[in-house]
């Protein structure tokens, strides 16, 4: 298996928890029950779940109107992608 499918294969799997995690914030948050720390929150997103966070994020409408999270995924979002660019033009 070379680098790049582990990489797609680290980033598919990091998404797919990030989104079922905030559904588990949303859920956790209806029912009153204890809540997945922001700090955890960001850290799947800044891990490589960015946009499994922030998929999440507006299909169960958790986190939309704070601002750490509606401009805070985003911007991790487009630091990992100028990333990915840059690693990309020096290979």
């Known amino acids: 298996m070379d680098r790049v499918s582990i990489l797609q294969g680290y980033l598919v799997v990091t998404n797919l928890i990030s989104f079922i995690v905030i559904a588990i ?3 956790k948050a209806k029912r009153g029950e204890w809540r997945i720390p922001e700090k955890t929150l960001l850290t799947f ?3 490589g779940g960015s946009i499994g966070l922030w998929f999440g994020m507006y299909i169960f ?3 939309t109107k ?5 401009l805070g995924v985003p ?7 100028l ?3 840059l690693l990309q033009k020096n290979h």
């Open 25 to 27: 914030d949303k859920w």
């Open 45 to 47: 997103a800044a891990a």
């Open 61 to 63: 409408r958790h986190k």
């Open 66 to 70: 704070k601002i750490k999270f509606s």
């Open 75 to 81: 911007v991790i979002l487009c630091l990992q992608v």
């Open 83 to 85: 990333i990915a660019v």
